[in-house]
């Protein structure tokens, strides 16, 4: 009977141990059929395409991997309906795209030039910025409609 005990007690610790697994995600990824599967899982979900692409902005790694790869970067950023979609179904997404494409161009005088030339390019949205800079006492009035006169940006706030 003690015998029994013992064996039944052996058993029962074996059996909870074995339930008690820690999943090696490295040997799961090395498993082609495995990692496929996890990547479906993801591109196929809003919820964790949209979590995986903020985790991708937070690494530095993947960050440099992508500014290196500029065919990568010119298909996501490219007139493309499904980056745009995304973009306007995740705003927090695109606002951490537009904070993190800010910072470069703080410390980046090329970059920087190229979003003043894409700017200048867009009369409007220079007009509207023109605007809240007035609002906000950067620009007197006067200096806002020569540089709107000299844009060809008509001034509709008058209008109104």
């Known amino acids: 009977m003690k015998t029994l005990v013992i064996i039944l007690s052996a058993i029962g610790l074996l059996s909870l141990n074995s339930c008690k697994q820690e999943t090696d995600i490295q040997a799961l990824m090395e498993n082609s059929e495995t990692r496929t599967e996890v990547f479906n899982a993801i591109t196929e979900n809003q919820d964790y395409i949209s979590e995986f692409m903020g985790q991708m902005q937070n690494s530095e790694q993947t960050m440099q991997m992508m500014q290196g790869n500029k065919k990568m ?88």
């Open 73 to 160: 970067m010119n298909m996501m950023m490219s007139d493309n309906e499904d980056m745009m979609g995304m973009m306007k179904d995740n705003p927090e997404m695109m606002q951490s795209m537009m904070s993190n494409m800010m910072n470069m161009a703080d410390t980046d005088s090329s970059m920087c030039a190229n979003m003043m030339t894409m700017m200048k390019d867009k009369p409007n949205m220079m007009g509207q910025m023109m605007d809240m800079m007035h609002k906000e006492g950067m620009m007197d009035k006067e200096t806002m409609m020569s540089n709107k006169e000299k844009m060809g940006i008509e001034d509709h706030a008058d209008h109104h």
